[in-house]
């Protein structure tokens, strides 16, 4: 059934729809927030969704079953659960507007990771209530105590943030060490309290510095690195705008990038965190975006500093767009930030990605979005093949009203193709977007954008490897300038995600939970502000079945830095 319910006068309407199984709906917006109204009986929570480690029961669920009726008493009984998940009581009496404590007590199905999903089933001895149904999902993660970064800067007008996500139920202690471009290293000891957010200011720790950061703590926790300026280099041309990166969990030798642009107005550099005791050679071949013809290049970075490369400025190398393969003779980390004016739209922008490790035959990404006009954003995927065998690629895109819709290329070995959304999906479509290959490829999604007409900046994200039940992110912002969605995409043809949202305040405190559901082959948009309004927060984010979940942001940040930044979650 679909009913109308009254709410507070300046507020929108819509239409909330009634499933056979009491859960609550908005059908004008194709997915929501959960709720629930029975003639019967009501859950405190609409799912149970819990985080452990491998080999570890997560602590027990304690959930409030009420009776809703004022005038009838009811006898509930559970049905049966799988034997790693118990509730108790099974059954009972629920006097009139009474209540009463279920417990969920869990036991470990594997030292090994993985995902175990169920429902608890309640019904009423009457029968003339459709069953409570409320999904479970246990995900064993081996969450990272260490996390990396190879850029960032402190001089100037840049300001860099580190953000700390501690989702565990105690303290993290975590260490800190700056590796400088001078080849000093900088060490500082940091808390963050349990289920919470920690900020840390590096211009305050390493100030007018060049600076790579390496991350370790005694509990698992999450890093991103936010960075604010006005970059100057660009003569003529002030580029207001900001960066955040997720960190990365391990070294590596070989980084895979697939878009860097050296053509007017575009500055592209390659940052280099060497951790080691000893100096790191580094061989870059680049790859001519049109041709696939490789021009190589040679760096060394000193011993426990933070090396960097202006691809303007390499020697022999035409101004163009390249992809590139950075092979370093020591483990290590590559990044590559990027200052622009964009040869599309005009707008000006900055973006950041760390290298890729592996090149993949498929990525998923949840954010997209097309407009013409003021306002503008201009949505492309840049696709690059860097094999030496033509890669066959389909972009399936997820409508947020529901449906798909595909277009298929080829690229040539070593050379690199644009999909603009804009021309495949038309004006004003949110959307999400999966990528398919024949072989490895490197997928990125480039955004441009005048964000309300006001706030021009430029994004671009590399998809995540696969759709998974757990994501999460440690920065947050809802301030004074600041708009930060949650995008989700659910890949599924068939099933609705049920997907549980936990706030974790900055200092701590209690966390925020939401539930939302999410349509088969869909694409969901949350504005965080209207859960976590004014403040800064970590998330993470369960599902029942495997989604992908990103946070794009846009913002003014002080002195007029306006921009955006976007992350696809930390999959542990």
Same mark, same amino acid.
């Given at each position: 059934?679909?009913?109308?319910?009254?709410?507070?006068?300046?507020?929108?309407?819509?239409?909330?729809?009634?499933?056979?199984?009491?859960?609550?709906?908005?059908?004008?917006?194709?997915?929501?927030?959960?709720?629930?109204?029975?003639?019967?009986?009501?859950?405190?929570?609409?799912?149970?969704?819990?985080?452990?480690?491998?080999?570890?029961?997560?602590?027990?669920?304690?959930?409030?079953?009420?009776?809703?009726?004022?005038?009838?008493?009811?006898?509930?009984?559970?049905?049966?659960?799988?034997? *790693?998940?118990?509730?108790?009581?099974?059954?009972?009496?629920?006097?009139?507007?009474?209540?009463?404590?279920?417990?969920?007590?869990?036991?470990?199905?594997?030292?090994?990771?993985?995902?175990?999903?169920?429902?608890?089933?309640?019904?009423?001895?009457?029968?003339?209530?459709?069953?409570?149904?409320?999904?479970?999902?246990?995900?064993?993660?081996?969450?990272?105590?260490?996390?990396?970064?190879?850029?960032?800067?402190?001089?100037?007008?840049?300001?860099?943030?580190?953000?700390?996500?501690?989702?565990?139920?105690?303290?993290?202690?975590?260490?800190?060490?700056?590796?400088?471009?001078?080849?000093?290293?900088?060490?500082?000891?940091?808390?963050?309290?349990?289920?919470?957010?920690?900020?840390?200011?590096?211009?305050?720790?390493?100030?007018?510095?060049?600076?790579?950061?390496?991350?370790?703590?005694?509990?698992?926790?999450?890093?991103?690195?936010?960075?604010?300026?006005?970059?100057?280099?660009?003569?003529?041309?002030?580029?207001?705008?900001?960066?955040?990166?997720?960190?990365?969990?391990?070294?590596?030798?070989?980084?895979? #990038?697939?878009?860097?642009?050296?053509?007017?107005?575009?500055?592209?550099?390659?940052?280099?965190?060497?951790?080691?005791?000893?100096?790191?050679?580094?061989?870059?071949?680049?790859?001519?975006?049109?041709?696939?013809?490789?021009?190589?290049?040679?760096?060394?970075?000193?011993?426990?500093?933070?090396?960097?490369?202006?691809?303007?400025?390499?020697?022999?190398?035409?101004?163009?767009?390249?992809?590139?393969?950075?092979?370093?003779?020591?483990?290590?980390?590559?990044?590559?930030?990027?200052?622009?004016?964009?040869?599309?739209?005009?707008?000006?922008?900055?973006?950041?990605?760390?290298?890729?490790?592996?090149?993949?035959?498929? *990525?998923? #990404?949840?954010?997209?979005?097309?407009?013409?006009?003021?306002?503008?954003?201009?949505?492309?995927?840049?696709?690059?093949?860097?094999?030496?065998?033509?890669?066959?690629?389909?972009?399936?895109?997820?409508?947020?009203?529901?449906?798909?819709?595909?277009?298929?290329?080829?690229?040539?070995?070593?050379?690199?193709?644009?999909?603009?959304?804009?021309?495949?999906?038309?004006?004003?479509?949110?959307?999400?977007?999966?990528?398919?290959?024949?072989?490895?490829?490197?997928?990125?999604? #480039?955004?441009?954008?005048?964000?309300?007409?006001?706030?021009?900046?430029?994004?671009?994200?590399?998809?995540?490897?696969?759709?998974?039940?757990?994501?999460?992110f440690s920065e947050g912002f809802t301030g004074q300038g600041f708009s930060e969605f949650l995008t989700i995409e659910n890949p599924?043809?068939?099933?609705?995600?049920?997907?549980?949202?936990?706030?974790?305040?900055?200092?701590?405190?209690?966390?925020?939970?939401?539930?939302?559901?999410?349509?088969?082959?869909?694409?969901?948009?949350?504005?965080?502000?209207?859960?976590?309004?004014?403040?800064?927060?970590?998330?993470?984010?369960?599902?029942?079945?495997?989604?992908?979940?990103?946070?794009?942001?846009?913002?003014?940040?002080?002195?007029?830095?306006?921009?955006?930044?976007?992350?696809?979650?930390?999959?542990?």
């Open positions: 059934m679909i009913t109308e319910f009254p709410i507070p006068s300046g507020n929108t309407a819509f239409k909330i729809a009634q499933g056979a199984d009491g859960n609550l709906w908005f059908p004008e917006l194709n997915t929501s927030k959960i709720g629930r109204i029975t003639s019967g009986v009501q859950l405190s929570q609409a799912a149970v969704s819990v985080v452990t480690t491998p080999g570890t029961s997560p602590t027990a669920q304690v959930l409030t079953l009420s009776n809703n009726n004022p005038n009838a008493v009811l006898n509930w009984s559970a049905a049966a659960l799988p034997s *790693w998940v118990s509730v108790n009581p099974t059954s009972g009496t629920l006097a009139a507007g009474g209540s009463q404590q279920l417990t969920l007590t869990f036991t470990p199905t594997s030292n090994t990771p993985q995902t175990s999903t169920t429902t608890l089933s309640l019904t009423t001895a009457s029968g003339a209530v459709s069953p409570l149904l409320v999904p479970i999902t246990v995900v064993s993660a081996n969450a990272s105590k260490t996390w990396y970064f190879a850029e960032g800067f402190t001089g100037g007008s840049f300001v860099e943030f580190l953000t700390l996500a501690n989702p565990n139920a105690v303290q993290a202690n975590v260490q800190v060490q700056y590796y400088l471009g001078t080849g000093q290293v900088v060490p500082q000891s940091v808390v963050v309290p349990a289920n919470a957010r920690g900020t840390i200011r590096v211009n305050d720790i390493v100030p007018n510095q060049n600076v790579s950061i390496v991350v370790t703590a005694d509990q698992p926790i999450v890093a991103e690195r936010p960075i604010y300026f006005t970059y100057t280099s660009i003569s003529g041309h002030p580029i207001p705008g900001g960066s955040d990166v997720l960190g990365s969990t391990q070294l590596g030798t070989s980084f895979d #990038f697939g878009y860097l642009d050296t053509t007017s107005l575009h500055d592209t550099f390659l940052t280099i965190l060497n951790q080691n005791p000893v100096a790191m050679n580094v061989t870059i071949t680049y790859l001519a975006a049109s041709t696939g013809i490789p021009t190589i290049i040679k760096h060394t970075v000193l011993a426990n500093t933070r090396g960097t490369v202006k691809v303007n400025a390499e020697q022999g190398l035409p101004a163009g767009v390249y992809s590139a393969l950075v092979t370093l003779d020591q483990p290590g980390l590559v990044e590559r930030p990027m200052y622009l004016v964009d040869s599309v739209t005009y707008f000006t922008g900055s973006a950041d990605i760390v290298g890729v490790a592996t090149p993949l035959d498929s *990525w998923d #990404f949840a954010e997209g979005f097309t407009f013409s006009g003021a306002g503008a954003f201009s949505e492309r995927y840049l696709l690059s093949n860097p094999t030496s065998s033509v890669a066959k690629v389909s972009v399936f895109f997820f409508l947020s009203g529901g449906g798909t819709q595909t277009t298929n290329l080829t690229i040539q070995p070593g050379a690199q193709a644009v999909v603009d959304a804009n021309a495949v999906l038309g004006n004003e479509v949110n959307n999400s977007a999966s990528v398919g290959a024949s072989q490895p490829i490197l997928a990125e999604r #480039f955004m441009s954008f005048d964000f309300r007409g006001s706030i021009p900046g430029a994004t671009d994200v590399l998809g995540a490897a696969q759709p998974s039940n757990l994501f999460l599924d043809q068939l099933s609705t995600a049920t997907v549980q949202v936990t706030f974790l305040p900055a200092g701590g405190g209690n966390p925020v939970v939401q539930v939302y559901r999410v349509a088969p082959l869909s694409r969901f948009t949350l504005d965080t502000s209207t859960v976590m309004p004014g403040q800064s927060f970590s998330m993470i984010v369960e599902s029942n079945i495997q989604i992908v979940a990103e946070r794009p942001m846009c913002f003014t940040f002080s002195g007029g830095k306006t921009g955006g930044s976007d992350v696809i979650g930390y999959q542990p």
